[in-house]
Structure formats: structure tokens, C-alpha cells
């Protein structure tokens, strides 16, 4: 649960002149996500046992499976890009989820300040009692399997990095002449913080957003790799990472290889979210 | 110095209430009525309304939930159908193992952190330095039970040197452990270096070197010293963490431990067990918390403690 904090000096992939990689990466992953479904057919339920356990390679019944199948015959390769999408669509809910959460809540409390700001910070406290996976881990064991829940349980630990950087955003900004003057204008607190203090936290928090959408991946691929939260019929790379830990003497690409994918989007998300990070900073502002 | 450690004692209680509030409500929200799951789906209605009764859910919510807090404060969550015996007595069973897991985790991403942090930024720039930057984006963003079964590929199906799963020997402790302290020997190098890389221009290392030190003397002896205190920090900081990687790395090489125990009462709806496991890591993560704030004055009197409260 801690990936993606990143060196604070020059980011790697910058001194080696290769800074847009991280992004190529992950918009062939959200090509991979939106249209790999349409090219490749792929039933979980759908198990040729005939083709079980082929290498990387292998001709099978209904074709080439370039990477393989696993203990049930399914196609490895069908797996990690129905995986992907899985992934997409559940970081991004989150993320857009806890967005909203998280920045309403940190505008709130760093403009009113006061008690309303003492309440957040203690709630934040006891959510983070918890270690955040176990929390995530109990929220989504505790109902019905859907992604929908996942998303929920994923965003009960997810909206408070979006909280703390609005926060600091809201509570530096409130103190401004340009904040000030509005507020002696007569403008309503609504449209102060619309107008003059929400656009502010906007790069701050695309950054925190990206950042984050690495850290959902990750934590997805946790939970479904523990077996909770999607329902059966879902493709998600930990369940493939899972289901394949059993044949790992005889066929070692089923868990290796979605593994790759994963740590790949992992990495070049984070590498990305540190690059915005870097040009939008953590709650800095133009003074 | 008493003020504060009451503070935040005083702040900790009120934690552990909003965490056992928290867990309270999550488990009584949730579908299914908890006699019905306790018993299994073959249970009697009659034998349903009995245990609703014994276990007092017929009861207004709020008398369930004052009972609820009076028995969480003397560690008392009640019988783990399931197992047969109380949830606690089950979750510290559990609780050597973890700790034996973590200790040595811990320690390898102290040890192997700092070596890689020193050397590093020793060199700010360097060669070596790019490399361990890196290494360190690398073992950050990993799915640890992904790593996990890539180093029993390796080292316990490839080269078998090491057993892939299981407990009682100290080999069985070196992947588990290895694989939980990646994510953090990159975090302890991460900090060092910087903290290391920082020191270099200090007035006391050009002292050090124009006495004729030799680089090494200067890193180990005067540096290194300096930059313990950010690793104490960063380590207080990522005990939860650490406590949440123990959850996956525990069902990765079924090592049997609380992490391993919340996962199969989760997946069960052993909620008795769920809320005992819950709040005793919720503890532990705050007493370290709290250790590891009252550790750093020890190490660096310049930092006042009410500034660390």
C-alpha cells in the first residue's frame, strides 16, 4: 500500500530525456482497457480444459495463445486485458469518488476552520487508525460482491489525501487580498470558494488524483488477489495472480505475467503523478 | 513532557472509540442478520431466535452498542462460533507469529535501507545514486504479493534454497519477511539518502574531512549518526503500513498470523474475530505511534516535544 512516493530530486525519466514515457504507457493501457475488449473474446465460464496449462505460444483449440493459458484453459493474454479494463474502471470510480469526497470535505474545513476543521481532523484520525487495506478489506468483505462496493471500500481510504491537500489549499487562499476583497464585496461564502479558491487546488490536486489512481490499482489488485469484493464473474488481475499460484511449478506465466502488467501501469502512473506533482506541487501556490 | 504524552493518550482513547464505533457500525450495517451467519444456513429459525436472544440483537440498537463498548474495553468480543472459543483468545494466538514477521522485516529495511540511503547520498548524483533511485521507484510500486510469489518462484521453486510456505524453521521467515520489507527498505533509503545527501555540505563534515577523515569515516561516523532520526520518523510513520502489507504477505505464503486470521474471518463473517483483530492492530498502530514520537527528543534534543505533539 505504499507505492509511488517517489525520489523528490529530479524525476529519473526526465534527465534521460524519456519524460513522456510514463504517459505512452498508461494511454496504451487506457486504449488496452477501452477497446481490447472488442478485439478479443474472452468467457470466464468458458473453460477448454483440453487447453489447459499451454505455455506462451501454444496453439489451442480457438487459436494462439500468445501467453499462454491457465489451469482452467483460459487465455492468459484475454485475461490481462479484460484485467486491465477491471482496473480502469474501478481506479477511476474511485478516484472520482474520493475526489469529490475528499475535496468538498478539505474546501470545507479549510475555509471555515474552527471546529468544523477540528471535527475532519479527528474523523481523519480514526480513519486512520486502521492500517488502510484492512479497513478496505472489512468494508468490502462485509457486503455483497459488486463493484460498486469495491469502489466504496476503496474510497473509505481514499478520500483523505484529496482532504488534506484542499485543505492546505483553502486554508492558505483564505487569507488573500483577492479572497478578502470579494468577501468585503458582499460575495457569498458559496461563490468565494467556487470563484476565487476551488481553481487554485485544481493542479494540486490532478496531481494527488494521479498519484492515487496508482495506489487504487494496486490496492484493487489486493483485494481481488485476496479473493474479496468483485463478484466471481469478474477479470481482475490478482485473481489471475491468485489463480495461478497454485501451478506455479508447471506454469509459471500465469501469475508472472499479469504481474508485469500491473507493476508496469503501477510504475508509470506514479512516475506520471510525480511529474504533475513536480509542475503543480503539493498545495503550492503562485504567490 | 507529561502534558503531552497525557494529550496524547487522551487523543489515542478517543481514537480507539472512533475505530470501535467505526467497525461497530460497519458490521451492523452490512446485510445478513448476524445469528443467521453465526449459526450457517442450516440453522432452525428456532435455533436462530435463541441466539438473537443470547447474544442480545433483539436489544435497541443503542443499549447493543453501549454493551458493545463496555465489553471492547475489557477486550472481551465475545465467542468466535466458527472456531469455538473467544474471538481474543484467537487473535493472540495469532499475534507472535506477526510479530516475529514484522521484527524481521523491520529490520531488514532498516539495515538494507540504510546502507543503500548512505551510499547514495554519499554521492549525490552519482552513478550509484541513480541506481538506487531506481531501485527504490521499482520496489515502491511492486505488488508486494505479486513480489511475493516471484521470489518463491525464484528462490524456493527455481534454485530451491528456501521452503515457499508454511513455518517453523527460520528459513520459512526469509521470503515472508523479505518480501514485506521491500516496500520499506525503499522508503528507509529514500529518506536517508536525502537526509545523507543533505548533511554533506554541513560544516561539520568539512570539519571531519579537513581532519583528515577519510570518506568513509566521515559517512559512517558523523553523517550516518545525523540522519538516524528522519528513519526513526519515517518508521514511526509507516507502522501502519507495514501492518497492512503483513495482511497480504501472510495469505501470499500462508504464515499464521493475525493478517491471515482477519482475511478468513472477513471472507467467513466471523465478526467477532473481525472486531478483535481490527482494534487490537488499531491499538498496536497507535501505542508505536507513540513510542516512535516520544523516541525522537531522545535522539535529537533540538526537537521540542510540544512542536511533536
Known sequence: MTATVLPDHVPLARRRGTGNLPAVVVGFFVLVAVFGPLLVDYDPVHTPLTDRLRPPGSATSTGTALLGTDGLGRDVLAQIIYGARTSMVIAACTVLVSCLVGVTLGVIAGYARGWVDAVLARVVDVFLAFPGIILVIVIAGA????????????????????????????????????????????????????????????????AMATLEFALVVLAEAGLSFLGIGLPSGAVSWGQTIANGKQYLETAWWISTLPGIALSLLIISVGILGDQLTARYGRGRLPS | ????????????????????????????????????????????????????????????????????????????????????????DAVLDRLPATVDLTLTATTIAVVLGLVLGVVAGGRPGGRLDRVVSAATIALQSFPTFWVGIMLTLLFSLGLRLLPSSGVGTPAHLVLPAVTLSLPFVAIVARVTRSSVAESMDEQYVQTARSKGLTERQVLLGHVLRNSLVPVVTVIGAHVGGLMGGVVIVENVFAWPGLGSLVVDAVANRDYAVVQAATLLIAVVVMVLNLVADLVYPLLDPRIRLESAS
Open chain 2, 1 to 88: 513532557m507529561t502534558r503531552m504524552i497525557v494529550r496524547r493518550l487522551l487523543i489515542g482513547v478517543f481514537v480507539l472509540w472512533g475505530a470501535a464505533t467505526l467497525i461497530f457500525v460497519i458490521v451492523r450495517v452490512a446485510p445478513g442478520d448476524p445469528a443467521q451467519v453465526l449459526l450457517g444456513p442450516d440453522a432452525s429459525p428456532e435455533q436462530v431466535r435463541q441466539l438473537t436472544a443470547t447474544l442480545g440483537l433483539d436489544r435497541p440498537m443503542f443499549v447493543q452498542y453501549l454493551g458493545y463498548l463496555g465489553d471492547a474495553v475489557r477486550f472481551d468480543f465475545g465467542e468466535s462460533a466458527r472456531l469455538g472459543r473467544p474471538a481474543m
Open chain 1, 143 to 206: 457486503f455483497e460482491r459488486s463493484v460498486l462496493v469495491v469502489v466504496i471500500a476503496l474510497s473509505s481510504v481514499g478520500w483523505m489525501s484529496f482532504a488534506r491537500v484542499t485543505r492546505a489549499v483553502a486554508l492558505s487562499l483564505r487569507e488573500r487580498a483577492w479572497v478578502d476583497a470579494a468577501r468585503v464585496l458582499g460575495v457569498s461564502r458559496v461563490s468565494i470558494v467556487r470563484r476565487h479558491v476551488l481553481p487554485f487546488a485544481a493542479g494540486p490536486v490532478v
